[in-house]
């Protein structure tokens, strides 16, 4: 990246020799330092913020009120917000299911711990390909964050199957082997093992749906899952 960034600043002084380099030109040049430091960039990213201090921007410019201007924001900003909240939600529907095909639970042994008795493995349910819970979309590929071990680790799950039973969705899980935690690029070092977890979507530490990544270095044999929040443990 260090190289990139100065072949195009040359590259740029040579197709505008009459314009001189921006500020933000400089701040390049330490992204490659400040990634090695703290990690991918992205956990950095303020773009919701400028998004709301533009509203503010705009608001202003509109009233031309420079009297007090922080209550004026302030005040206009409380009734935005009371209208939104008192419009309909637009939130999706609770449960939306794709593709699938119909089943018995006991046709399924991932999902015996979740349904112990008799009776229960008799019902009928869809296994699904994919599902839609408040919007958010999972299906079989997915990494899904079950709980948290005694060292603070997450016990992250790979979805094998989903399953719908009476519009509880649960998901048979293989366990991901954490083997330790990569801190420049703030993800989990991870290899899939065969041991089978159950779980309800309910029942999720954190209902965002995780990607495993294979890493570009050839000589790392693991997959890289990084979390989107960080987790806190009662412990």
Not at 183 to 210: E, F, G, M, V, W
Request: net charge positive; proline share 3%; glycine share 4%.
């Amino acid at each position: 990246m260090s190289e990139l960034i100065a072949q195009h600043h040359v590259l740029f002084r040579k197709l505008y020799p009459d314009s001189r380099l921006k500020y933000k030109h400089h701040r390049m040049i330490h992204y490659p330092s400040i990634i090695l430091k703290h990690g991918p960039l992205s956990q950095m990213w303020v773009m919701r913020y400028e998004a709301k201090h533009g509203y503010f921007k705009r608001l202003a410019h509109i009233m031309c009120n420079f009297r007090n201007v922080c209550k004026t924001l302030a005040g206009r900003n409380q009734i935005r917000q009371a209208v939104v909240w008192d419009k309909f939600s637009h939130v999706k529907s609770e449960l939306e299911i794709g593709t699938g095909e119909e089943t018995v639970i006991g046709a399924h042994k991932e999902f015996l711990t979740l349904y112990c008795d008799a009776a229960s493995r008799l019902q009928e349910a869809f296994l699904a390909n994919t599902v839609r819970v408040f919007g958010t979309e999972y299906e079989p590929g997915f990494t899904v964050i079950v709980d948290m071990d005694d060292n603070g680790y997450p016990v992250l799950g790979y979805i094998v199957k989903i399953l719908v039973c009476s519009n509880v969705v649960s998901f048979a899980l293989r366990q991901w082997k954490i083997s330790g935690f990569d801190c420049r690029s703030r993800s989990y070092l991870c290899k899939l093992s065969h041991q089978i977890l159950a779980c309800y979507q309910t029942n999720l530490l954190d209902y965002h749906p995780l990607y495993a990544h294979q890493c570009l270095d050839e000589t790392c044999t693991s997959y890289h899952i990084r979390l989107r929040h960080m987790l806190c443990s009662n412990n």
